[in-house]
């Protein structure tokens, strides 16, 4: 009887051993390889304030020098992601022309703002570079954003409008 159990024991162990080498598991498809330069670069960015994070992204796919299509689209979807974390929402202007003195903090930052580093100048560029990568997918951010710039109103003390 024992003889018996363990000839249907190294029976059923064979039979499994078999099936699992007939069994073939799909291999993964190998990413393409990547310049370490760009990779570099982009790493780097990240480290930095989003504004210049996603300003280096877009630079470096408005350069042509990334020809995957998958890769392009997954920095597009990643620059999306780092825009909502972009400090101020919109681009202004000083409420005031007078005598044209930069020394204010409000002609700093209407030179800051010249960058077009706010939320809503990058999401206007992540739209067109996708524009030409799918056309859906521009379309759906539009319609994510829906209008709402997330504005505080402003009062007489504001030097930017």
């Known amino acids: 009887m024992k003889l018996f ?13 078999s099936a699992q080498k007939t069994v073939k ?14 990779v570099a670069l ?4 990240r480290l930095a304030a989003p504004e210049l994070a996603v300003d280096t992204v877009l630079r470096v796919l408005e350069s042509k020098k ?29 409420a005031y022309y007078g005598t044209g003195i930069v020394d204010t903090v409000s002609g700093y930052m209407t030179y800051a703002y010249n960058e077009k580093l706010d939320t809503l100048s990058l999401k206007a ?3 067109k570079d996708w524009l030409a990568e799918d056309k859906t997918r521009a379309r ?9 710039l997330k504005l ?5 003390d504001d030097a930017m409008g």
């Open 42 to 45: 982009l790493n780097d960015a």
């Open 152 to 156: 505080k109103p402003l009062t007489c």
């Open 140 to 148: 759906q951010i539009v319609y994510q954003m829906g209008g709402d």
């Open 125 to 127: 560029r992540i739209i």
């Open 25 to 38: 598991e799909p291999s993964p498809t190998p990413t393409p390889e990547r310049p370490r330069e760009i």
């Open 66 to 94: 990334i020809k995957d299509v998958q890769w392009r689209r997954e920095l597009l979807e990643e620059a999306m992601r780092m825009a909502d974390d972009v400090k101020y929402p919109i681009r202004r202007e000083r």
């Open 5 to 17: 159990f363990s000839i249907m024991i190294a029976c059923s162990v064979a039979l499994a051993v």
